[in-house]
């Protein structure tokens, strides 16, 4: 009696993601503490955003204000890059993503503050 072995199919060659795009443009309001962020494909999303303390870094709450009313994004800005983090789906599979692009951005350049656990930095 003679044995067939199942057939495999060919394996398909090794294609490195695609690195995410950094969003093309962005504005913060602080009166209204409101983040616009525009991407590459011309959306516009609107964002306000809610300053949170955690024990290491800084959570901010992005809830979005426009089409996808009351949808919540939280980011985390940590002391160490490799703390940032994001709920998104597009940070979940390019750990980068708009929200914590547009927020790492807006701290450096002290518009938006960081909150560490004794306050303020």
């Given at each position: ?25 962005w ?28 024990d290491?870094?800084c ?23 490799a ?31 960081f ?7």
């Amino acid at each position: 009696m003679s044995s067939l072995s199942p057939s495999r199919a060919p394996e398909k060659p090794f294609t490195p993601r695609r690195p995410p795009r950094p969003p093309q443009a962005w504005s913060y309001c602080q009166s209204t503490r409101e983040l616009t962020i525009y991407d590459y494909a011309g959306q516009m999303s609107v964002y306000h955003v809610d300053v949170a303390r955690s024990d290491c870094g800084c959570t901010y709450e992005l809830v979005n204000v426009d089409a996808r009313f009351g949808e919540c994004r939280t980011v985390h800005v940590g002391d160490d890059r490799a703390d940032d983090s994001c709920d998104c789906a597009g940070f979940c599979y390019r750990e980068q993503c708009k929200h914590l692009t547009s927020c790492v951005e807006l701290i450096r350049r002290g518009i938006l503050p960081f909150v560490e656990k004794g306050g303020v930095r």
